[in-house]
C-alpha cells in the first residue's frame, strides 16, 4: 500500500510540473512561461513592440509572479525593437534571447544576471553601448557578434568566462580591457573587430597579459589575438604558439614579423588579411600550420625566410600557401 501511495504521489507531482511547464501568460505584449508556483521567464514579445520594460513582477489571476530569467529566443528578430529595461529579478539571459534585433540601440542589464548566453545580443546592428554589471560571470559564445555599431563595452571585475566569438564582428569598437577576474578567453573573441587598436589586461591578470595591445596568455609564450585595427605587427621572441584565428580579418595588417621562437600556427590564424603583402619567418624549421592558415590573404603575399632554409619550406605545406611567393632574408 505505501509503495502504490509513493507511485501515486509521484504521479501526482509530475503532471503538476508538467502542467506549470505547458502554462503561458501573455501580458502586454510579452509572453511568459511559467516555471514554478512563484516565478516565470519572459517566453516571447510582440513582433511590432518598439520600447519593453521587463517588470521584477507580474501578477494573473491573483497569483504574483517573479520575472526570473529571458527564455531562449524571446526577442528574437523583434526587428522594430529601440529599447529594453530588465528588471532586477532576472538572473538569467538566454541563447539567442535578442539576437538580430536590428533596430535595438539601448539595453539596460540589472545587477543580478550571471549568464549572457549563446548569441544572446548577435546581429543588434543598432546596439551602440552595453553596461555589463557586476554580477556576470560568464560572456557566452557569440554573444554580442556582429553587433557592429558597439562602440564601446565594459567588462566588470566579476566576468570570469569570455567565450569564442563573444564580440567578434564588433567593427566599431576601439579597444578592450580584460580585468583580473578574466580566466578563460575562447578562439575569436575579439575576431574580426576592425577598428579594435587595442587589446589590454590588468597587470593582476594571473592568466593573460598584452603587450603592444596583443593579447597573450600570462606566460607570454602564445600569441592569443592581435587588434584588427593593427597595421605591422612584430612577434615577441619566445613565443611559441600563434593561436587560432589570431589575426583573423586583420584586414589592414601589411606585414607580420614572426620570431624563431614559433613551433605553430594554428588553423586561420591569418585568414582574410588581405592588406598582407610581408610575412616575415625567421624560423629555420617551417613552423606546422593549422588548417586555412593563410586563407584568403593577398595573392601578392611575399614569405621571407633565412636563406639556408630554402628547400625545407618549399617541401612543407608553406609552400602551399606561397608558391613562388618565397624570398631570401638578406
Not at 161 to 190: D, K
Request: charge should be neutral; glycine fraction near 6%.
Amino acid at each position: 500500500m505505501k509503495k502504490v501511495f509513493v507511485v501515486l504521489f509521484c504521479v501526482i507531482l509530475f503532471c503538476r510540473v508538467s502542467v506549470l511547464q505547458a502554462q503561458v501568460i501573455e501580458v502586454g505584449d510579452l509572453t511568459y512561461n511559467v516555471l514554478s508556483d512563484t516565478s516565470v521567464g519572459v517566453l516571447s514579445c510582440s513582433q511590432s513592440a518598439k520600447s519593453v520594460i521587463i517588470p521584477s513582477t507580474i501578477k494573473y489571476k491573483g497569483t504574483s509572479y517573479n520575472v526570473t530569467s529571458i527564455d531562449e529566443g524571446a526577442f528574437a528578430d523583434c526587428s522594430y525593437l529601440k529599447s529594453v529595461s530588465i528588471s532586477s529579478n532576472v538572473n538569467n539571459i538566454g541563447a539567442n534571447a535578442f539576437s538580430d534585433c536590428s533596430s535595438l540601440k539601448t539595453v539596460s542589464i540589472p545587477n543580478g544576471v550571471t549568464n549572457i548566453g549563446f548569441n544572446a545580443f548577435s546581429d543588434c546592428s543598432s546596439l551602440k553601448t552595453v553596461s555589463i554589471p557586476n554580477s556576470v560571470t560568464n560572456i557566452g559564445f557569440n554573444a554580442f557578434s556582429d553587433c557592429s555599431s558597439l562602440s564601446k563595452v565594459e567588462i566588470p571585475n566579476s566576468v570570469v568566462s569570455i567565450e569564442a566569438w563573444a564580440f567578434s564582428g564588433c567593427t566599431s569598437l576601439s579597444s578592450i580591457s580584460i580585468p583580473n577576474s578574466v580566466t578563460s578567453i575562447g578562439y575569436g573573441a575579439f575576431s574580426s573587430c576592425t577598428s579594435l587598436t587595442s587589446i589590454n589586461v590588468s597587470s593582476d591578470n594571473k592568466n593573460y597579459s598584452s603587450v603592444d595591445g596583443v593579447l597573450y596568455n600570462y606566460a607570454k609564450d602564445t600569441l592569443i589575438q592581435c587588434p584588427g585595427a593593427k597595421v605591422s605587427v612584430t612577434i615577441q621572441n619566445d613565443v611559441t604558439v600563434i593561436g587560432d584565428y589570431s589575426f583573423t580579418d586583420c584586414k589592414f595588417l601589411t606585414s607580420v614579423t614572426i620570431p624563431n621562437s614559433i613551433i605553430s600556427i594554428g588553423r586561420n590564424a591569418f585568414s582574410g588579411c588581405f592588406s598582407l603583402t610581408s610575412t616575415v619567418s625567421l624560423t629555420e624549421t617551417p613552423p606546422i600550420l593549422g588548417h586555412d592558415c593563410f586563407y584568403g590573404c593577398n595573392a601578392k603575399n611575399v614569405l621571407y625566410i633565412p636563406c639556408g632554409s630554402m628547400i625545407v619550406y618549399q617541401s612543407s605545406s608553406w609552400n602551399d600557401w606561397f608558391a613562388n611567393r618565397v624570398q631570401c632574408i638578406k
